[in-house]
């Protein structure tokens, strides 16, 4: 139950023309505490709770619970959840043995994208595209229940 990811930022939107399916997601959270947040997710006809523990030092990996739920239920504890929402359309993009995950965001985090690759340990190679900027592991205001709190439009230059 740990989770292994790199983040990066976008050069570009290439990466819509490699992307072999795509979805909506809205999410808010039950709880969005530095060492661990509670987070309620619709996925189009599938719904998800996730706990997600505090960062390792790296920003490369930390604890994480999921579970499948029903649609009807999500929509009751997104009710529940504090004041804010992500809105945001989720790219898959295959790269080799790896599946590239871009989020689009919507609403008050319009004009961000971020990329992220799920990896089986903090040292596994991965080939990176063309497509990807930045790297921003690590980076807590990439992460969405900061995004959810302050949001990329509010972000000063």
């Known amino acids: 139950m740990q989770e292994i990811e790199r983040k990066f930022l976008l050069k570009n939107n ?5 992307a072999y ?4 997601i809205q999410q808010a959270y039950l709880n969005s505490h530095k060492e661990r947040t509670t987070r309620i997710r619709i996925t189009g006809e599938e719904a998800f709770i ?22 009807a239920e999500a929509e009751e504890l997104l009710q529940l959840c504090e004041p ?3 809105e945001k359309t989720r790219y898959l993009i295959k790269v080799g ?3 590239f995950e871009v989020d689009e965001f919507y609403k008050d985090n319009e004009g961000l994208t971020v990329a992220e690759v799920e990896l089986s340990s903090e040292t596994e190679q991965v080939k990176l595209p063309d497509w990807l900027g930045e790297e921003v ?21």
């Open 137 to 157: 592991t690590g980076d807590k205001r990439y992460y969405n229940s900061y995004l959810v709190q302050n949001p990329y439009k509010s972000w000063k230059e």
């Open 50 to 71: 996730t706990v997600k523990g505090k960062s390792s030092k790296s920003g490369l990996s930390r604890f994480e619970w999921e579970k499948n739920i029903p649609v």
């Open 84 to 86: 804010g929402k992500i």
């Open 14 to 18: 290439s990466f819509k023309e490699e």
């Open 97 to 99: 043995k790896h599946t």
């Open 21 to 24: 399916a795509s979805y909506s």
